[in-house]
Every structure is written in C-alpha cells, then in structure tokens.
C-alpha cells in the first residue's frame, strides 16, 4: 500500500462519500486508489466549479466537502472557490498534487508554490514532505475540519510522496484549546438584563434545538445573519429575521434597544455588525474573529451548557413592530423581483442556490427559511459563478430538488457544468433571470459615479439552445404570464428556464 492507498483508505473510514474534482499527472496516484474505493468522484468541467460543489456540499448537509486536483492549473483553478469558502469559514479538505519533491522550486513545467499561495486562502496549508507527514496531516485536518470547522484546509501532496510505501501511520488525540475565562463575566451580564438579544450564525447550527429550546422557554428574541438563516424558522415570532445591512424593522429595534446581545457562531463581519453593540458576548470557536467586551473562544455548545437564563419579557414590544419590508414591483411585468417571487412561491421548501448580484438581493430579501442551508449564497466573497457548481454538491448531498436562481452573467461563469449537471442526471431546475446587462454594476456606475453604463452588456447567446446542446431541457419564459404558467406544471431537472426580465434597481443598504 502505498500513501495516495492509505489516503483515501483514512477518507474511506472517516465517512467520506462524495469528492469533486479533476484527475491529472501529478495526483494520478489518488485516482487511481479511488477508482477501487467506494467513494464516489464527481468529475466537473472546473477546477472552481469543483470547491464551490464542495462548498455546496458543506452548506447542504453539514458533511466536510472534498474536492481534488492537480498540480498548477488545477491548483490555481481552486483558489478563488477557496478563498470563497475561506471568507464563509466552510470547512473543506483540499487535495492538490505537485511535481516531486526536488523540483520545488525550480521553473520545471508546472511548478508554482502552490503551499504559499493557499496559505492566504485557507486555515492552514500543509507541505508533507514524506509519506508519514502526510499521515499526520491528513488526519488533523479531518479532525479540525469535523470539530472546529473554521475554513478549509489545504495539503500538497508531491508525487513522489504520494507513491511512498514506506511510512507511519497513527491515532491522533487532540485536546480544544478554548478560553471560557470570560463566562463568570458573560453570567453576570445575562443576569443584570432585561433586553437580552441572540445573534445566530452559521457556527450555531449544530445547537439550532437547543437554541429554540432556550429562547422559546425564557423569551428571548433571536436575529440570524445570512448564513444563519433558518436555524430557527423565519415563520415563528421569536425569529426577528437578518440582522446587519439588510436588517428586518424588528430585527434593526432589536439590536438598537438590546441591553445584552449574546453573539453565537457569528463572524461578525461589517455586513453583519456595521456597529458593535454594547455589552456583546461573542462566542465563536475561531479567536481570531472575536470582538466585543466579552469575547469567549469555544463551542457554542459548550458555552450553553456552562451559562443559565432567566424569563424576559420584551419580546411582545418588539413584536407591535410592523416586520414587513416593502419591495415595489413584485407584480410587475418582467421586473426580477417578480419573478423571483414566484418562483419562490413555486419551490417554498427548496434549498435555492443564488449568486452574486442583483438578483441574489431580491432573493435574500425573499426567502423565508424554515431550516437551515435552504438558501445557498457566498456572502462574504460573492463570486460570479457561484450558484451552479454550489447545487451540483447540494444535490449530492440530499435527494431532494434543487432550485438555481442565477443571472445571465453568472449563469456564464460555469455553465461548463451544465455537462455535470447531464451526466450524473441530477434534479436541478435552473433560472436564469436575463436582462443583458450586469445589473448592480450598472446601478454603481449611475448611482455613486454618474457614468453612463459601460462595458456592462451582454450579448448573450440563446440559453435554451445552449442548454439543449448539453442535452438538457429548456424554455423560456419572455413575460410574468408565461412564467406563471410554466410554474404551473411540474418542473424536474436537469431544467433550464430562461426568464427575460428588465433592468431594475436593487434597493441600497442604508447604515
């Protein structure tokens, strides 16, 4: 057995099911011991299109993504979904190969520090420089990747080392350094008040029974950000909805008026927290993002099991506050916001995969989660090209339908994949709201710097004769009634609907 064996060996035993990638020379080794594995390999049509389904994989299900490639232009087809993954904290496991060990470098074909660059773009980047290095890095990635999921974790792995047959291999135990020193401090603050206020992020998932549990018992409102969405139903009065830029009436009260705001697995990044409250508790289990006067560096779990709460009672004030946000021309013909509407309205328990762009505010502004990873969307990178490859991974990780909502630019980014989408047959109906143009560009440059539009029209082939080359159905829909109608039947994938919308303004954030 030699280590790219063993490596997918310890991949195997660690409940891995689904990896994506690309085979190449240099990490042919790990193709081959996969082709006899009984995981299963998604092959895409990009390297980036790869780590985004992983990261959709992630978003999905909570399972760690794995996506696999080779040495230069696979490893740099990688990093701006990495770096994607990265800004969201999603925990991946990023295989590259590499020339051999003495060829580091050197100018031989191929080569590139590729461990420097991810270093930028990951928790951590590991070079093993024999068999057994690999062995211990493999398996403290795992670890960390399922126990403290911060962001992803890059190794490079030299063919030569790769077909290594000699080396070590052992358990690992590891002990969480955490610092709760803060929690006698965060008790005391909790006692003394009257308006406490959760802040729900995605690091709060796993707890998300408990957390309702706790604020449904002692009253306390709860706000999510983005990526937080759903751990308590949107439908229920205790979920005040998104905190931040694009905060709810009650949510924005809330945070204003809040004596104690209990921070949970949050990054509290500008976009969440344009200001930084008084009297935060911020729990998260990476130091590095902690704010506030009384940050605590662990679980969230652990956190609510060392700290008790007591019955509130504001929660009924906050709620005489009208939470509706007024969106104009959701009855309008060929407005997005419309069409997104509707569409919604068609898929109201789907996981929707959105992108970058206009027509990702719409939908933010739209959906209504009842569980968490129904709405799928980088929201701290925004890449174009982000919604397609992220539903491959969703539909690998669950049976259920996935729903695109993408725009013409977008769609344009990685509609190689539709190749993907055909050849594993996966139930993804796709929207592409066209309206020639990259709309929010457009608003920038007419709204903060008084240009004309420039270099942002498309010329846009015709999508329902691109989708039918990859043999995939498709229609179009070129006004509200023929969406409705098309809405009206029952639509499974692979699907491509093409939605002739207009130009139309997205409402700005207003700090």
């Known amino acids: 057995m030699n280590v790219a064996d063993k490596i997918v060996k310890i991949l195997e035993e660690e409940g891995i099911e689904n990896v994506f990638g690309i085979p190449g020379d240099q990490i042919m080794p790990v193709y081959k011991a996969l082709s006899e594995s009984s995981i299963n390999h998604v092959l895409t049509r990009h390297e980036q299109a790869a780590a985004h389904a992983a990261d959709g994989y992630y978003r999905s299900s909570g399972k760690v993504g794995v996506c696999i490639g080779t040495a230069s232009p696979g490893a740099l087809n990688f990093t701006m979904a990495v770096a994607t993954a990265f800004k969201d904290n999603i925990p991946l496991l990023v295989l590259t190969g590499d020339n051999d060990l003495k060829y580091r470098g050197t100018d031989q074909f191929q080569s590139t520090p590729q461990v420097e660059i991810f270093k930028n773009i990951t928790k951590a980047s590991y070079n093993p420089l024999n068999g057994t290095e690999a062995m211990y890095v493999l398996r403290a990635a795992i670890y960390e990747l399922k126990t403290m999921p911060k962001g992803p974790i890059h190794i490079n792995l030299s063919k030569d080392v790769l077909l290594q047959e000699d080396f070590d291999d052992f358990e690992l135990c590891y002990l969480c350094e955490d610092d709760m020193s803060n929690i006698s401090k965060a008790q005391e603050l909790i006692d003394s008040s009257q308006r406490p206020l959760m802040i729900l992020g995605a690091g709060a998932i796993s707890q998300k029974d408990n957390i309702q549990m706790l604020a449904e018992m002692y009253q306390i409102p709860i706000t999510t950000t983005f990526h937080g969405k759903g751990i308590i139903s949107e439908d229920e009065d205790i979920n005040l909805g998104l905190v931040g830029i694009r905060a709810t009436p009650r949510a924005k009260y809330a945070i204003e008026n809040a004596d104690c705001v209990i921070a949970l697995g949050i990054k509290a990044s500008e976009r969440t927290l344009p200001v930084i409250p008084e009297n935060l508790i911020h729990v998260n289990l990476n130091k590095d993002v902690l704010i506030g006067d009384y940050p605590i560096h662990g679980k969230v779990e652990d956190f609510l099991l060392e700290i008790s709460f007591r019955k509130v009672d504001w929660l009924n004030e906050i709620l005489k506050i009208d939470n509706s946000i007024e969106i104009e021309g959701l009855d309008a013909d060929l407005k997005p916001q419309a069409a997104i509407k509707r569409i919604l309205e068609k898929f109201p328990e789907n996981i929707i995969a959105s992108d970058a762009g206009s027509h990702t505010t719409w939908t933010t502004l739209l959906k209504k989660s009842k569980k968490p990873g129904q709405l799928l969307f980088s929201g701290a990178m925004a890449p174009m090209g982000y919604g397609l ?23 344009q980014m990685n509609l190689q994949e539709l190749a993907t989408i055909k050849e594993n047959d996966l139930d993804i109906v796709i929207f592409i709201l066209n309206n020639s143009e990259f709309g929010i560009i457009r608003q920038w440059e007419e709204t903060m710097y008084g240009m004309e539009p420039y270099q942002v029209k498309l010329n846009n082939p015709d999508f329902t004769k691109l989708a039918s080359s ?25 699907l491509v609907v093409e939605v002739v919308v207009e130009s139309e303004d997205i409402p700005l954030p207003k700090h």
């Open 389 to 411: 490859p992220a539903a491959i991974g969703a539909a690998f990780a669950t049976s259920e339908r996935i729903v695109v909502i993408n725009g013409d630019g977008d769609f």
């Open 470 to 494: 990859y043999g995939i159905d498709a229609i179009r829909a070129d006004n509200l009634e023929d969406l409705e109608l098309i809405l009206e039947k029952e639509l499974t994938g692979p």
